[in-house]
């Protein structure tokens, strides 16, 4: 067990000339902070459920909290279809069945612990060690919220690295129980790579990708179309107080830094920023998505995110081949070894309302999502602080018809786009 420990003549013992505390700071929260939205009054199924607004990307169940139980089921109403019946025909049994497709979403219980010193460690420092050691569980619970929702919606978790990263990599033997939840790769139907001035459907793409094919304008125009030619679309997002959210949809890519600072270097840079200024100015409050880094390109309202799902050279990830989307049969595709010296490969995700459930349910130590516990050890003199939450997540995925009569399976709210970046 790693000790926090204050010695006689430390750098943090107290000094004359020292009282103040830098803290050292990562990344933290992110633009995914702001795709979950809140629970409406006014939706009985939605109080019911303790499900916040299904208009956001994110939606969290809180159900869990309320009875016994480590999962919760999501379920999809297939949209009916068909042809009238007219006149006086008889109608008696010819109705539609109602059609569903359902997934679960496993909770389990996920805990921090910091050793925050001894009582001669205390006295030889004029910081509070217990207030920065709750400060610190504060800041690392958001932090590895938003990577599990990054990783599960992009299907994979990349080889970026880091001390911001809280989440190993996938090949790690603990990665699976941090994660909950499976992990899936993009099906087939929802993954694009990005093709010189075209989107190739299907992560096979990713063999043959090389450095010139970063994400430009014209491949969001792209993303646009698909959306409007398919016949079950990403449904649109709907903010709170956005006055146009019927007459004027709208989506959200989020973007890699990469991704994002390849975007800002094309000649509509200009067009592209006041879009999302005059887009805003449907709110009756700007909202929070709004404020940080962000453009928009026909109906995409581009976000830079902090972080990124990044693939090396060589490096091999999860696709579904097209022979396989009718099963989601997962194989590994490897990175185009030759894609040029100092590139890789980065997803973005362009995301619709209902992409990523979260379901939570109550810690013994509070009765509530989060928890704070302090463990006294060693005759009183030591303490141990220790955060922790009880939840899960897990990218909709339902099957939904494919215009033919067989249902397929179906990232239900994001779509993956690969393109290549600078490293």
Same mark, same amino acid.
């Given at each position: ?14 000094? $004359? ?44 169940? =809180? ?14 109403? =297939? ?28 909770? =389990? ?283 899960? $997540? ?30």
């Amino acid at each position: 067990m790693a000790e926090t420990n204050v010695a006689s003549g430390s750098s943090l013992a107290v000094k $004359h000339y020292s009282a103040a505390l830098f803290a050292n700071t990562l990344k933290g929260s992110t633009a995914i902070d702001q795709l979950v939205g809140a629970i409406e009054p006014s939706s009985g199924m939605e109080m019911v459920a303790g499900q916040t607004h299904a208009g956001m990307p994110i939606v969290r169940i =809180d159900n869990l909290m309320k009875s016994a139980g480590d999962v919760v089921s999501l379920d999809l109403v =297939d949209t009916i279809s068909g042809e009238p019946l007219m006149g006086d025909v008889n109608r008696e049994g010819r109705g539609s069945a109602l059609s569903f497709s359902s997934m679960e979403i496993k909770i =389990d219980l996920s805990s921090k612990v910091i050793d925050a010193g001894g009582s001669m460690s205390q006295q030889r420092t004029k910081h509070n060690l217990r207030e920065i050691a709750l400060a610190q569980l504060s800041g690392y619970f958001p932090r590895l919220n938003s990577q599990q929702v990054l990783v599960h919606l992009a299907g994979a978790r990349g080889s970026q690295i880091g001390t911001d990263w809280v989440i190993p990599l996938q090949s790690a033997s603990n990665f699976g129980s941090i994660m909950v939840n499976s992990v899936k790769a993009p099906t087939y139907n929802r993954h694009y790579v990005v093709n010189g001035a075209n989107l190739t459907q299907g992560g096979q793409q990713l063999g043959s990708i090389v450095s010139t094919d970063a994400l430009k304008l014209a491949h969001l125009d792209g993303l646009r179309k698909l959306i409007d030619d398919m016949d079950q679309p990403l449904q649109s997002i709907k903010l709170a107080g956005d006055k146009a959210s019927q007459t004027s949809k709208m989506w959200v890519f989020l973007a890699t830094p990469n991704q994002y600072s390849i975007l800002l270097s094309e000649g509509s840079l200009r067009a592209f920023q006041q879009n999302a200024v005059n887009r805003a100015a449907y709110f009756d409050t700007r909202h929070p998505l709004f404020a940080g880094e962000v453009g928009m390109w026909n109906g995409i309202l581009v976000v830079k995110n902090e972080r990124a799902v990044r693939f090396a050279p060589s490096e091999s990830t999860k696709i579904i081949t097209s022979a396989n989307a009718a099963t989601a049969t997962e194989t590994d595709q490897t990175v185009n070894a030759s894609i040029g010296a100092g590139y890789g490969v980065e997803r973005g995700l362009l995301l619709g309302a209902q992409a990523l459930g979260i379901a939570y349910g109550k810690t013994k130590t509070s009765g509530m999502q989060f928890g704070w516990k302090e463990h006294w050890y060693n005759f009183e003199s030591n303490l141990e602080v220790m955060g922790e939450k009880v939840c899960g $997540h897990m990218k909709t995925r339902f099957s939904i018809d494919d215009g033919t009569g067989s249902k397929v399976p179906t990232d239900f709210g994001v779509i993956a786009v690969d393109s290549a970046v600078p490293l």
